[in-house]
Each structure stands twice: as C-alpha cells, then as structure tokens.
C-alpha cells in the first residue's frame, strides 16, 4: 500500500511540474505575438526585452580540452522521455526537411524551452531577422545530443534550458551587419547597448561578417526553473553589449556568478566552451562544420 501511494505521490507531483512548465513556452509565444505587431519605438521602452550580441569567429575563446564524444555513447545516456520532465509546448510546424546532419533541437529534447529572439522583434535590431520564420531551434545532430545530456543534469535539479538562438543563417549575419552600419537608428540602445556608441559595435567584434552560429555548432541560452519557468538571474539580459555580460565581470551578486558557474560547468562536461565576452554563449568543441558557414532558412 505504502509502494502505490509512493507512485501516485510522484505522479502528481510530475503532472503538476507538466502543468506549470507548459506556460513557458506558451508565453513565450504570447510575447512573441505581441512583439511582432510593436514598432521599434515600442522596443526601445520595453523593460523585457533582450538582445543577441553576434559571437566572432575572430574572438578570443578558452578552448576546453575535450575528447571527442561518441554519438552511440552520448545516445545511450539519454533518459528516456517517458523518464523525464516533459514539457508540453505549442511548437511550430515544421515546414521541411533540414540538411544532412543538421536537426530541430526539441526533436532530440522535447522538453527544453524555445525562446528564438530573431523570429521576432524582441531583439537588438528591434525587426524579424532575415531568414528566421519559425520559433525554433537548429543545431547540428552532434552538438544536439551533447546539449540533451546537459538537460537531463539540470532536470534532476528541478532546472532546464532554454535557448536563444542557435544554427544561424548567413542571411541574418549580413543583416546584422547592414543594422550596424545605420547609425540613425538607435530605437533598441537604451536596452541593448546603453554605454556603447553605435558606431564602435562593428570595430569592436559585437558585429561581424561571419558567424560561429552559422556553422551550426554554437548555442546561445540560459537556465529557467522548472518551479516557475523563470530564468535564473544572471547579471545581464540576453544579448546585452557591454562588460557586464562578460562572463568574468566582477560586479556581480554572489547568486549571479554561481548561475554563470553552472551554466559553464554543465555546458564543459559535456563537451561544449565557452566565449568569455557573453555568459550565454557555448560552442561544441568537437564541432562538425568548422570551416562551413551554411545559409538555409529555419523554417
């Protein structure tokens, strides 16, 4: 009797953690809606907004020893779906079949949080990028497993992922460029780059020709609560150009730093590192594409 009471104790508790979580991703989609009908003014005074500095390939990062993860290895330690926290989003449909090696993140971990700031205009430019249509994620299959196994660790914590951006298109880098290089529009400063002139983001790598994420290995994220689904504070917004949001800023709270901490550590055990100038930025190590940027829609 004790044993059966057991299980319908964890059985609630489950259901309640799968009511809660499913308006994570529905708000999102909320937010999401209404950023798309705001102008660039309104973005300029939204307290929620957050943005998405552009990683370079010709910036400095740690490299992390790692070896090379083996897929067959990695796949086995996935815990099974009907084992862990699943949380029900209202996903977009999926308009068409990816390239070769490439895969829509929640097909390999169906309960991780989607946020994808670029299909709307909750983003530095304050516009939809081009080539986003979809809130979806896109990352190569290696670097897809290898973030599942960092979202089965969070979970036994009562904690998840939810991601930015990831795989991006070529498109949406020349994009950035040409926004960068239109110093009438400010509309998105006051939030996005509040200490830094306009003109300095090109110069000074916030904005460049090419990407890491266009290789498809790179993941721009953070942690949430599954008790609340609220992102874990960690010292700046998303996309914030500027010291603080470099990943050793000093003034910062002590609960701040500790969710950079485990951010990082998490992300480099299973074989990811990451950039030192944005907290939220994490690169397999042992990428597939290292030499190819890619340019197709995520759709």
Same mark, same amino acid.
């Given at each position: 009797?004790?044993?059966?009471?057991?299980?319908?104790?964890?059985?609630?508790? #489950?259901?309640?953690? @799968?009511?809660?979580?499913?308006?994570?991703?529905?708000?999102?989609?909320?937010?999401?809606?209404?950023?798309? #009908?705001?102008?660039?003014?309104?973005?300029?005074?939204?307290?929620?907004?957050?943005?998405? @500095?552009?990683?370079?390939?010709?910036?400095?990062?740690?490299?992390?020893?790692?070896?090379?993860?083996?897929?067959?290895?990695?796949?086995?330690?996935?815990?099974?779906?009907?084992?862990? @926290?699943?949380?029900?989003?209202?996903?977009?449909?999926?308009?068409?079949?990816?390239?070769?090696?490439?895969?829509?993140?929640?097909?390999?971990?169906?309960? @991780?949080?989607?946020?994808?700031?670029?299909?709307?205009?909750?983003?530095?430019?304050?516009?939809?990028?081009?080539?986003?249509?979809?809130?979806?994620?896109?990352?190569?299959?290696? =670097?897809?497993?290898?973030? =599942?196994?960092?979202?089965?660790?969070?979970?036994?914590?009562?904690?998840?992922?939810?991601?930015?951006?990831?795989?991006?298109?070529?498109?949406?880098?020349?994009?950035?460029?040409?926004?960068?290089?239109?110093?009438?529009?400010?509309?998105?400063?006051?939030?996005?780059?509040?200490?830094?002139?306009?003109?300095?983001?090109?110069?000074?790598?916030?904005?460049?020709?090419?990407?890491?994420?266009?290789?498809?290995?790179?993941?721009?994220? #953070?942690?949430?609560?599954?008790?609340?689904?609220?992102?874990?504070?960690?010292?700046?917004?998303?996309?914030?150009?500027?010291?603080?949001?470099?990943?050793?800023?000093?003034?910062?709270?002590?609960?701040?730093?500790?969710?950079?901490?485990?951010?990082?550590? #998490?992300?480099?055990?299973?074989?990811?590192?990451?950039?030192?100038?944005?907290?939220?930025?994490?690169?397999?190590?042992?990428?597939?594409?290292?030499?190819?940027?890619?340019?197709?829609?995520?759709?």
């Amino acid at each position: 009797m004790n044993h059966t009471k057991k299980h319908i104790f964890i059985l609630l508790v #489950t259901l309640i953690l @799968i009511f809660s979580l499913s308006s994570c991703s529905n708000n999102i989609e909320e937010n999401n809606s209404t950023n798309t #009908t705001t102008n660039s003014e309104n973005v300029q005074t939204e307290k929620n907004n957050k943005t998405n @500095i552009i990683s370079e390939d010709n910036a400095e990062m740690k490299i992390l020893e790692k070896s090379v993860i083996d897929e067959k290895e990695v796949t086995s330690k996935i815990t099974p779906i009907e084992d862990s @926290i699943v949380i029900e989003q209202q996903k977009p449909e999926k308009s068409y079949e990816l390239p070769e090696g490439f895969v829509y993140v929640d097909d390999i971990i169906p309960n @991780i949080v989607v946020d994808a700031k670029y299909s709307s205009k909750d983003n530095f430019v304050g516009k939809i990028i081009d080539g986003y249509s979809s809130n979806l994620a896109i990352l190569s299959k290696e =670097s897809a497993i290898a973030l =599942s196994l960092v979202q089965n660790d969070l979970n036994e914590k009562s904690l998840g992922l939810k991601i930015f951006d990831g795989y991006r298109p070529q498109k949406a880098v020349n994009n950035f460029v040409q926004w960068a290089s239109d110093e009438s529009d400010l509309a998105t400063k006051e939030i996005h780059y509040p200490d830094l002139d306009k003109s300095t983001l090109i110069p000074s790598g916030y904005i460049a020709s090419k990407s890491g994420h266009s290789r498809g290995s790179t993941v721009d994220l #953070t942690i949430i609560s599954l008790e609340n689904c609220e992102e874990l504070d960690m010292g700046t917004e998303f996309d914030f150009f500027g010291v603080q949001a470099h990943f050793y800023y000093e003034n910062l709270s002590a609960i701040q730093k500790e969710n950079r901490a485990l951010l990082k550590s #998490t992300m480099e055990k299973h074989g990811f590192k990451y950039y030192k100038n944005e907290w939220w930025h994490y690169t397999l190590v042992n990428e597939p594409y290292k030499d190819t940027y890619f340019d197709f829609d995520i759709k």
